[in-house]
């Protein structure tokens, strides 16, 4: 048994969470990666995974025995790359979750300068608000907006997204425009509502100006939890929305979006990179971070680096 290729193929089956999927990944035959993990679980003398029909999930040991794999095959992947110089720069598959508007309008349109620095890099990117399992899926990272209310994940904070309240001219033309943010909790007003992936419902919005600070709500009709549904929903006239300036700023140029409460602060959104607790920062993972950091900084203001 090669040692290295057994650890990789029961990381592999962490991370898919599937016989199958890991052996399509590492191209070998599914009875190969079984038998790799078979004598890997023979030679440690302990039970690695518990499988059933459906799913493949971890033993305590192999929990922990996952948590030293991946670092370890995350420190020989960067030793290689260091060392050999037909590979200078970082290479491999990225799996990384970012949300819907976020990748429409600023990452995928940046792609091909990111490709041109490392174009040995494969990103497999999905698409989503929703919450992400990063081991079960097998995932490097999520980019996610505000607070990300776990302290299991390891995170580091890229910028403060600068928000602001809109509503189409259409809505604006049927409840009126509010003068005061009081009025959107009124009976004449409605919101859209998201839903956050980590509570599955909507969450208030704080404004400040002066010494008077409010934290709303309001009343919806409609709540969806996809950042482009989000804002089509808004433009539709279906309510009054808390947008990133990023989001809103095309809608606003051809008229079909009115900024509201501009004497009003409204406290910026946290955008967060995050990824597993016991996640090794590989080179290929480190260099996508920063240059998430990078595109987006052109939009936000950076925010003081931190991890959680």
Known sequence: MD????????????????F???????????????QLVQQLEARLRVKLL?????????????A????????????????????????????GRLRVDVPSPLARLLLVPALPGFYARY????????????????????????????ELGSAQLQARRVADLALGVYAAPSYLARAGVPAHPREVEGPAHQVVGFLWARSGKPMPYALQRGEESLRLHGRHVLAVDDG????????????????????????????????LF???QLEP???????????HVSAKLRVFIEWVVEVVGAYAPPAALNAR
């Not at 995350?74 to 590979?87: F, M, N, P, R, V």
């Not at 990272?141 to 505000?146: E, I, M, T």
């Open 228 to 259: 482009n549904a989000y804002i089509a929903a808004a433009v539709a006239g279906l309510g009054i929305a808390w947008l990133p300036h990023y989001m809103a700023e095309a809608a606003l140029a051809r008229g079909e979006l009115v900024a």
């Open 20 to 34: 199958t999927q890991a052996a399509a990944t590492l191209q070998l035959s599914r009875t190969s990666v079984t």
């Open 119 to 146: 174009p040995d890099i494969q990103i497999d990117m999905g698409v989503s608000d929703r919450r992400v399992d990063l081991i079960d899926e097998g995932v490097d990272c999520v980019v996610r907006g505000g």
């Open 3 to 18: 040692r290295f290729d057994a650890m990789q193929a029961f990381a592999r089956v962490v991370e898919t969470g599937s």
């Open 64 to 91: 922990a025995y996952y948590a030293r794999v991946v670092r370890l095959l995350g420190e020989l992947d960067d030793a290689e790359t260091s060392l050999s110089s037909a590979a200078a720069v970082p290479r």
């Open 269 to 279: 959104m946290p955008l967060y990179v995050a990824y597993g607790p016991n996640r």
């Open 50 to 62: 518990n499988r059933t029909t459906r799913k493949v999930n971890l033993t305590a040991d192999g």
């Open 262 to 264: 501009s004497d009003w």
